[in-house]
Nanobody
Framework: VQLQASGGGLVQAGGSLRLSCTASERTRSSYTSSWFRQGPGKEREFVAAVWRNSGTTYYADSVKGRFTISRDNAKNTVYLQMNSLKPEDTAFYYC???????????????????WGQGTQVTVSS
């Protein structure tokens, strides 16, 4: 599975962006879709996930209430709607996917087999 991310850019604090990530093929019901981010000088960190075919969503505490992850199975695409952006949200954002992710590893980089190329999000103050 190849993932293509898009939608990053430069936005002022308080603004919004929507990221998209399209998979090259239809995925099985066991597939979990997630977004991670990596800021300057920081490790890659979990942002949000859609769990398998359940549609249940999970978020990092730092983005809860501001970001929304969703998935359109007909388009093989997962979205990350980001509202009320803050300068500390500045990072490269990566979409990730995997068929063998389990709940205890949902937030672990190593649990995901497929990664997009990353898209830059810059939030100015």
């Amino acid at each position: 599975v190849q993932l293509q991310a898009s939608g990053g850019g430069l936005v002022q604090a308080g603004g919004s962006l929507r990221l998209s990530c399209t998979a090259s093929e239809r995925t099985r019901s066991s597939y979990t879709s997630s977004w991670f981010r990596q800021g300057p000088g920081k490790e890659r960190e979990f942002v949000a996930a859609v769990w398998r075919n359940s549609g249940t969503t999970y978020y990092a505490d730092s983005v809860k209430g501001r970001f929304t992850i969703s998935r359109d199975n007909a388009k093989n695409t997962v979205y990350l709607q980001m509202n009320s952006l803050k300068p500390e949200d500045t990072a490269f954002y990566y979409c990730a996917g995997g068929h063998t992710v389990i709940m205890s590893t949902l937030r672990d980089v190593a649990a995901y087999a497929y990664w997009g190329q990353g898209t830059q999000v810059t939030v100015s103050s």
